[in-house]
């Protein structure tokens, strides 16, 4: 059973959590109490590794789901028609005790789809579930890669229709392409002028409003989310920590139960938060590592307890974590105050009116014993792409980057030498002019078009074009809405052809 971090709703079904999305005055569905798991068990996993693990932990969860039901969402998603690997999200020795879990072998090249190809089976079978007979639109804020994961997972689903609104001018080229040149008879794309934050609050707001909400009904709609706000999107991203750290054991590469580390490029807290289900489950890891760019406000925070998103929103070169509001940390916080809703509530509404909120020293102590975090700024970004091409042969991508630099630091701070898996969330293709301009220079990027750079460094680095993001220039651009950052919530009574208040 689900409850709200906010305690302002009953407690729901998985399937009634997965379709809601969000909390519908506010808040985020948690899982009541977090299911232990014996690795022993696990350890005797064989053959297909990944889909046997993500039936067993899913199935923990899922509760009004049947075994069968879990099994063909599983085999739907996890196959070799939306993944490259048969390991879905592949490990690569860096160096000394450093791997790689590269997680965008997906259909759009980024870590979302480890979680947007499933999600969408769990949502059209939970809408069976609930009996509803209306239509679900799927409402989605993008960074740059949640976007066209989502576009990819639920274009033509029957009775759903997503848009997806993303920061005009804020993310890759790449990343526009692939979300603008979407097909799909229910795919509707908006830029929007204004960033990330921008973007996430409207949603949430209108996820909030029950006027607007009850127009959506008399019109044959009801709301949900693909942002990892809605917890089907959180929770397949678990088991790619089990699959981690069981092929470290296969390979011989640590004992049975060993601790170890992770490092996580962090923006919206969701994918670190998976990690951290993880670890109360019963993985044995020894930190997690959150590692964030120069919109620092999750390193600031860990550092000090308090949460400001009071300052200057920089677009960096790692756009996906140009984020100042990161939402899964409420679903945090909530969990590590033993699941106070009355602190989550205040401290959301001062985050809501002063921009700011600071936890106790009890709080932030807690925090520290699981948690570490630090930043890399654009320079040292590139610095890293630069030194592990050259030192190791190995080509990351910005956001990558950040999580080797913070880890690097790590090391030399603490002197910790557990072995550590960092997160790779996205192909070095999707921020080809940021990553061959870290291999090559400045001058090789410049006057090129970003399609020409794509193809350079598939030539510099000796990769292959990822297959979702070739020919893009070839596609035709069938999304070009711009609307005004107070004009998203017009945008979707355009879309559903409705008009509200």
Known sequence: ??????????????????????????????????????????YKIDGDIYQELAEIILNLYLGDYSEEEVKDCVISAYNMDNFEYLSMAPLVG?????????????????????????????????????????EVVILVATSGDT????????????????????PHNGVSKVQELQMTTTDGNNTYVVAVKGNFDDCQSAVKEI?????????????GYELSSANSINWGRLLPQIVYYFSAYLELVKKQQIEPNEKINFVVPTGNFGNILAGWYAYKMGLPINKLICASNENKV???????????????????????????ISSNLER?????????????????????????FT????????????????????????ETINEVFYAEGYTLDTHTAVGVKVYNEYVNKTGDKSKTVIDATASPFKFNSSVLEAIKGKEAVQGKD?????????????????????????????????CEKDEIKKAVEKILGIVGK
């Open 207 to 219: 996820f909030a409003d029950s006027s607007f909400k009850g127009i959506l009904d008399n019109h």
């Open 147 to 166: 976007g066209k994961a989502a576009l990819e997972g639920f274009k033509n689903v029957p009775g759903i229709k997503i848009i997806v609104f993303f």
């Open 450 to 482: 970003e399609i020409d750079i794509v193809k350079e460094l598939s030539e510099v680095s000796g990769l292959p074009i990822h297959r979702g993001l070739k020919d893009l220039d070839k596609k035709p651009v069938l999304h070009k809405t711009v």
């Open 359 to 382: 936890v106790s020293e009890q709080t932030k102590n807690a925090i520290g014993t699981i948690l570490a975090a630090s930043s890399a700024s654009e320079k040292e970004t590139l």
């Open 298 to 324: 999750l390193t600031d925070f860990f550092s000090t307890g308090v949460y400001d998103r009071n300052r200057e929103f920089k677009q960096t070169n790692s756009p996906s974590m140009d984020i100042l």
């Open 1 to 42: 059973m689900y409850v709200s971090t906010r305690g302002n709703y009953k407690k729901a079904r998985a399937s009634e959590a997965i379709k809601l999305g969000m909390v519908p005055k506010g808040g985020l569905f948690v899982p009541d109490s977090i299911p232990m798991i014996s690795m022993e068990e696990l």
């Open 94 to 134: 860096l160096k000394d005790e450093a791997y790689i879990l590269e997680l965008w072998h997906g259909p759009t090249a980024a870590f979302k789809d480890m979680a947007l190809q499933i999600m969408p089976y769990f949502l059209s079978k939970a809408i069976k579930k609930v009996g509803s007979e209306k």
């Open 332 to 356: 945090f916080l909530f969990e590590i105050t033993n699941h106070d809703a009355e602190k989550i509530n205040q401290w959301m509404e001062e985050l809501n009116t002063t921009g700011q």
